[in-house]
């Protein structure tokens, strides 16, 4: 039997050994960490619904029509009008004729992209993608060819070099460790030229970007029945799960052949009820966004001119690129000290050299919350200049 035991120590030797911190109470800005107050900038709660009270409600009232549970598969007997009523709300909010619910962005990636493409068909993937993506590419069994992170040109040679009859191009729509935007309407326009699928991951950008939250490809203002629109529902809308968004026909086949959605539970009526809930308080509280943006123009003005400026980025992720791990680490710990959680990321995550604190913001964040952050960020960049 494999040595587990060493290859853990192998981990702590290499101090890259994750540690799990135990959270107590709900989700907000201030979290409560082993009975110490610690003001966080680390989760993907964008729009502070993880705990809002009318979807919270929602979910309560659902529990006492519908109980807890999924009990069966949406084909055999799980399929409950809460899904329905939540698939409904999600294809009217993004503007497709259909959408379907999934119970992880990951099994959503996972299943949809080996229901599009298989055996001798393509998959396009940009470097940064998300790992379920990478995982469901090697699922589908298709031919990978990964191309350098948005570069336009290099796509298109692949895809015009390629002679596989299916075609998928897939993108973050947002790149989770970076905050930048993929190119849509060049995605779409080289998808166009050759007769390719374009699937767009928009876990961060659903809630948060476009008119009224519909997301990134709302943003860009295109509209095609080649784009295969993947939001997840964990991060800004608060809850859990995912839907995928789009042509009718399309939705259909993978009702019928994606096997994380064919060959698992339903996802339980009350999380669809929740989910319904918070379509309505994304496209309603308006202000939400303006308040993210707000922290973000608080954020960028108090770090300009700085030991490190913020990379530009109109969504909730605004990473702080400091280069090397122990630096990282080094502020992560100070800033810790100070009450303030902000995660590090290190090579693998990133690319070599660009180890990084990921700040997160959240609507639920007050103005003075970010200025701490700002301030603590200015003192430490002395400080560690000094020691360094
Ligand atoms: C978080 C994330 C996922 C996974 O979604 P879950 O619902 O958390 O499983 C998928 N894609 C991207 C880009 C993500 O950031």
Same mark, same amino acid.
């Given at each position: 039997?494999?040595d587990?035991?060493?290859?853990?120590a192998?981990?702590?030797a290499?101090?890259i050994r994750r540690?799990?911190?135990v959270?107590?109470g709900?989700?907000?800005p201030?979290?409560d960490v082993?009975?110490?107050a610690?003001?966080a900038?680390a989760?993907?709660?964008?729009?502070g619904?993880a705990?809002?009270p009318? $979807?919270?409600?929602?979910?309560a009232?659902a $529990?006492?029509?519908c109980g807890?549970?999924?009990a069966?598969?949406?084909?055999?007997?799980?399929?409950h009008e809460?899904?329905?009523?939540a698939?409904?709300a999600l294809?009217?909010f993004?503007?497709?004729?259909?959408?379907l619910?999934?119970?992880?962005?990951?099994m959503a990636n996972?299943g949809? $992209?080996p229901?599009?493409?298989?055996?001798?068909?393509?998959?396009?993937?940009?470097a940064?993608?998300h790992a379920?993506?990478?995982?469901?590419?090697?699922l589908s069994?298709?031919d990978?060819n990964v191309y350098p992170h948005?570069d336009?040109?290099?796509?298109?040679d692949?895809?015009a070099r390629s002679?596989?009859?299916?075609?998928?191009v897939?993108?973050?729509?947002?790149?989770?460790?970076?905050?930048?935007?993929a190119?849509?309407?060049?995605l779409?326009a080289?998808?166009e030229?050759?007769d390719a699928?374009?699937l767009l991951?928009?876990a961060h950008?659903?809630g948060?970007?476009?008119p009224d939250?519909?997301g990134t490809?709302?943003?860009?203002?295109?509209?095609?029945d080649?784009?295969?629109?993947?939001?997840t529902?964990g991060?800004?809308? /608060?809850?859990a799960g995912?839907?995928i968004?789009?042509d009718?026909d399309?939705?259909e086949w993978?009702v019928?052949?994606?096997r994380?959605?064919?060959?698992?539970?339903a996802? *339980?009526?009350?999380?669809?009820?929740?989910v319904?809930?918070?379509?309505?308080?994304?496209?309603?509280e308006?202000?939400?966004?303006?308040?993210?943006?707000?922290?973000?123009r608080?954020?960028?003005e108090?770090?300009?001119?700085?030991?490190?400026p913020?990379?530009?980025?109109e969504?909730a992720i605004h *990473?702080v690129i400091?280069g090397?791990?122990d630096l990282?680490?080094q502020?992560?710990?100070a800033?810790?000290?100070r /009450?303030?959680w902000? *995660?590090?990321?290190?090579p693998?995550?990133?690319p070599?050299g660009?180890?990084?604190l990921r700040i997160?913001?959240s609507a639920?964040?007050s103005g003075?919350d970010?200025?701490r952050l700002v301030d603590?960020?200015?003192t430490?960049?002395?400080?560690t200049?000094?020691a360094?």
């Open positions: 039997m494999r587990f035991r060493a290859a853990l192998a981990l702590d290499d101090g540690k799990r911190r959270v107590s709900p989700q907000g201030v979290l082993d009975g110490e610690l003001l900038f989760s993907n709660d964008y729009l619904l705990s809002h009318k $979807i919270a409600a929602a979910a009232d $529990i006492r029509r807890v549970g999924g069966a598969s949406h084909l055999i007997s799980g399929h809460e899904h329905e009523r698939e409904s294809a009217r993004v503007g497709t004729p259909r959408a619910l999934f119970s992880s962005g990951y996972t949809v $992209i229901a599009l493409v298989g055996r001798g068909d393509a998959v396009f993937s940009d940064l993608n379920c993506i990478i995982d469901g590419a090697r069994r298709a990978v948005a336009m040109n290099a796509l298109e692949l895809l002679s596989a009859r299916n075609r998928l897939v993108s973050d729509a947002v790149f989770s460790m970076d905050g930048d935007v190119p849509i309407a060049d779409l080289l998808c030229r050759h699928l374009l991951d928009d950008g659903f948060v970007l476009g939250g519909r490809v709302a943003r860009a203002g295109v509209v095609s080649r784009i295969v629109y993947l939001g529902l991060k800004a809308a /608060g809850v995912a839907f968004a789009g009718a399309l939705v993978l019928q052949r994606a994380t959605y064919v060959f698992t539970t996802m *339980p009526p009350m999380v669809a009820a929740a319904r809930a918070a379509v309505d308080v994304i496209a309603t308006g202000w939400r966004r303006e308040r993210l943006d707000a922290h973000a608080t954020l960028r108090g770090l300009d001119g700085s030991r490190w913020l990379l530009p980025s969504t *990473p400091v090397a791990n990282a680490m502020l992560m710990q800033l810790r000290a /009450g303030l902000v *995660p590090a990321i290190r693998p995550t990133v070599a660009t180890a990084r997160s913001l639920n964040h003075d970010v200025r603590a960020l200015a430490l960049a002395d400080e200049r000094t360094a």
